[in-house]
């Protein structure tokens, strides 16, 4: 594991991703963007499970395979003598106090160990089946940290999906950051709160039900796990063009009496042009924090929605 920076988001990665020859021919997956645009924020630390198992380097390729009477073993490619099966499950479990540490995880697709879907299933006899499994130590990371942001890194090509995984990134961040601090029922109403756009933007539903574990009485660490995991669970779901307009709408009703004709006009006529997709979202986010500036309001100021942390801005948007 690399040195602690406590400036960026802890987020482990799969070792080849940063350079690392560590795979099975001794070679490396080095992946460009995730090096120098995710690492700016990101303190990537790196793991190989094959490796830490003790497989080195070279080693026998394994794969993923469907055994009669059902579950799934990483056996060798060509020795299927060799089975590490257990070895990357116990190694999985190892990590637990590290893999609880951190606020996202990147891992390698298509390997037995580290894929997190699509993993390709093999038959007893060699043949392939579908892609529908996850590497082991992928399976029991995910199994264990269910709310944890976790991605293969050819999905975070994908614009949508890398803005989903870096938001949800900086939640569990915050979160963890509150946890940190110690949590009370002012905390945890004051961190809805500050979500309560964000969440809006993902599901128009969800954020009123969360309000209400937020604000509700009982037991307050059981407020807090449910609160959480029925947040980084709506949070999941893809932010919609639609939902940030009624986003922005409701936060242009916190400018009712501030602006004038002309700024009006020109605040719908940007979200508007949002809508129909002729200018991403920073357009009318833009226009919303020139008034904001000049008209502040106290609720708006501390969301996270207009102005999110720097690195969570900067890799939103590309
Ligand atoms: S995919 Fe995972 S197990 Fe394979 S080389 Fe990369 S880090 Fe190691």
């Known amino acids: 594991m690399t040195e602690q920076h406590p400036e960026k988001v802890p987020v482990g990665i799969s070792s080849c991703l940063l350079g690392e020859a560590v795979r099975h021919d001794g070679g490396h997956k080095r992946n460009p963007y995730i090096l120098e ?14 490796v830490a198992i003790g497989l080195g380097v070279p080693r026998p390729p394994v794969r993923l395979v469907q055994v009669a009477g059902g579950g799934v073993r990483a056996r060798g490619v060509r020795d299927a003598a060799l089975d590490v099966t257990e070895p990357l499950e116990a190694c999985a479990q190892a990590q637990h106090a590290w893999h609880a540490s951190l606020c996202g995880y990147i891992l390698k697709k298509n390997s037995p160990s580290c894929g997190a879907m699509g993993v390709r299933i093999h038959g007893e006899d060699s043949e392939p089946s579908e892609r529908t499994g996850a590497g082991l130590y992928a399976a029991r990371l995910m199994a264990n940290f269910p709310l944890l942001p976790v991605e293969d890194e050819d999905r975070l090509a994908d614009p949508a999906l890398r803005e989903n995984f870096v938001r949800r990134v900086y939640v569990l961040r915050r979160w963890r950051e509150a946890l940190a601090a110690g949590i009370s029922a002012r905390v945890l109403t004051d961190f809805h709160a500050r979500h309560k756009l964000i969440l809006m933007s993902h599901a128009q539903n969800d954020y009123r039900a ?19 995991q029925g947040a980084m669970t709506t949070l999941k779901k893809p932010a919609t063009r639609g939902n940030h307009v009624n986003v922005l709408q409701h936060i242009q009703g916190y400018l009712k009496r501030a602006l004038g004709r002309e700024d009006k006009a020109e605040l719908v006529a940007v979200i508007a042009r949002y809508r129909s997709g002729e200018v991403p979202l920073s357009a009318p986010i833009a226009v919303l924090k020139h008034h904001f500036r000049n008209a502040p309001d106290p609720f708006i100021a501390r969301s996270w929605y207009l102005d999110p942390e720097p690195g969570e801005l900067a890799l939103m948007n590309g």
């Open 210 to 228: 969360l309000g209400r574990v937020a604000a509700g009485t009982g037991d307050l660490a059981s407020r807090a796990e449910a609160y959480i």
């Open 37 to 50: 645009t995710l690492g700016r924020f990101f303190d990537l630390q790196p793991f190989c499970p094959e």
